[in-house]
Structure formats: structure tokens, C-alpha cells
């Protein structure tokens, strides 16, 4: 087989698994009932996502781990998270964040 059709085969083939789980859930509908355990594991899938693309850009810089406070990512996070956890409020979160991470980047330019 040749190069370029092996590209094709696997963009059709990536195509067509993508295609055919999301519509699994159209065609099978209700016929199909999962058990309680991997309904409630299916709910943290979204949070366990968001941690996945986001842990890397705040722990990792340069290519090397971070475990410092004076990383304005890991500390702007670690605000974020705890104003968060006490108000329950994503704007009050985001805008901690920003100010705890803008802070610390001026403090250090300086």
C-alpha cells in the first residue's frame, strides 16, 4: 500500500470511529443501561479532562517540573482553587486567579 493511501485509510478510519461513538448514543438510546458505577465515573469524565489539559501548562515550564509558589501559574491556580472551594463563584475564581497571577509576574519583573 502505498504512503499516501495508508494517510487516507487513517483519516477515514479515525473519521469513522469518531462518527460512529458519538452517534452510538443516538442509535442505542435507552435500550442500552449502564450500571450506577460507570454512570457516576461517566460524570467526573469533563472535570478529569479539564485537569488533564490544564495541570501541564501550570506544573510544567521549560520543559522541567515546577514545585516552586514563586511559579505565578501554580500559585494563581492554587488561589483560584481555594476561592473556588469557599464561594462557589467561577468569576470571583477567574478573577482571583488573574490578579494573584498578574501580581506575582509584576512583583518578579521587578
Known amino acids: 500500500?502505498?504512503?499516501?493511501?495508508?494517510?487516507?485509510?487513517?483519516?477515514?478510519g479515525v473519521g469513522a470511529t469518531g462518527i460512529l461513538t458519538r452517534c452510538?448514543?443516538?442509535?442505542?438510546?435507552?435500550?442500552i443501561v449502564l450500571p450506577p458505577a460507570i454512570?457516576?465515573?461517566?460524570r467526573l469524565a469533563p472535570a478529569a479532562a479539564l485537569a488533564a489539559a490544564v495541570a501541564p501548562s501550570i506544573?510544567?515550564?521549560d520543559s522541567g517540573a515546577v514545585e516552586s509558589i514563586?511559579?505565578?501559574?501554580?500559585?494563581?491556580?492554587?488561589?483560584?482553587?481555594?476561592?473556588?472551594?469557599?464561594s462557589r463563584q467561577m468569576l470571583w475564581s477567574m478573577a482571583a486567579g488573574v490578579?494573584?497571577?498578574?501580581a506575582i509576574r509584576l512583583l518578579l519583573a521587578a
Request: charged share 15%; proline share 4%.
Open 99 to 102: 490578579a494573584v497571577f498578574t
Open 70 to 86: 514563586e511559579n505565578p501559574r501554580l500559585a494563581a491556580a492554587i488561589v483560584a482553587a481555594l476561592v473556588m472551594w469557599g
Open 39 to 42: 454512570e457516576r465515573a461517566l
Open 59 to 61: 506544573l510544567v515550564i
Open 24 to 31: 452510538s448514543f443516538l442509535l442505542f438510546g435507552e435500550r
Open 1 to 12: 500500500m502505498s504512503p499516501d493511501a495508508r494517510i487516507w485509510v487513517a483519516i477515514l
